[in-house]
């Protein structure tokens, strides 16, 4: 869960599909299935602590792709 306000970058775990979100969607809006998703924002310098991190997403996925 976010703090109220903070928008996190969510992975589907299906299609991985990344979004921005305070909370995890029901179904993905991408493969439309109901996915398992995880927070990959970033939280360390290495990603510049902001967006996703790319070493959580397998490196491969780009927002909104």
Known sequence: M???GQYLW????ECGHVLQ???PPETCPSCSRK????????YTPDCGLS???P?????????GA
Do not use: H, I, Y
């Open 2 to 4: 976010s703090e109220a």
């Open 10 to 13: 969510w992975q589907c775990g």
């Open 21 to 23: 979100a305070a909370e």
């Open 35 to 42: 996915c398992e998703f995880r927070n990959v924002t970033c």
């Open 51 to 53: 967006g996703p991190d």
């Open 55 to 63: 070493k959580l997403m397998g490196g491969n996925r780009q927002p």
